[in-house]
């Protein structure tokens, strides 16, 4: 079992940046892959980011390729992503979850409550 929790959403200007954090329970996270989602109201769960096991391998969707970082830290059971040059349309509920290193959510098979990020222009 793993049971995630996420923070540091919140309200922020286009442009500005956040860091979200993931803090996992349970003594297996660090052979899980983990990944970020996010939905928006209204629409359906998409993929953000996926690291795997050791954060050797690292997939980003396009839409925040170049913008978003994810990394881990296997001591400590968390999962980060910074967010930066955040816009309107990255407004979200954000969700980590854990399992393979893909980008289909219904493959994960642990998730956290979700974090808000809300970006106003």
């Known amino acids: 079992q793993v049971q995630l929790v996420e923070s540091g959403g919140g309200l922020v200007q286009a442009g500005g940046s956040l860091r979200l954090s993931c803090a996992a329970s349970?003594?297996?996270?660090?052979?899980?892959?983990m990944g970020w989602f996010r939905q928006a109201p209204g629409k359906e769960r998409e993929f953000v980011a996926a690291?795997?096991?050791?954060?050797?391998?690292?997939v980003y969707a396009d839409s925040v390729k170049g913008r978003f970082t994810i990394s881990r830290d296997n001591a400590k059971n968390t999962v980060y992503l910074q967010m930066n040059s955040l816009k309107p349309e990255d407004t979200a509920l954000y969700y980590c979850?854990?399992?393979?290193?893909?980008?289909?959510?219904?493959?994960?098979?642990?998730w956290g409550q979700g974090t808000q990020v809300t970006v106003s222009s």
């Open positions: 979850a854990a399992g393979p290193l893909v980008t289909m959510f219904n493959a994960y098979d642990y």
């Open positions: 349970g003594r297996t996270f660090s052979s899980y892959a």
């Open positions: 690291i795997n096991w050791s954060g050797g391998r690292i």
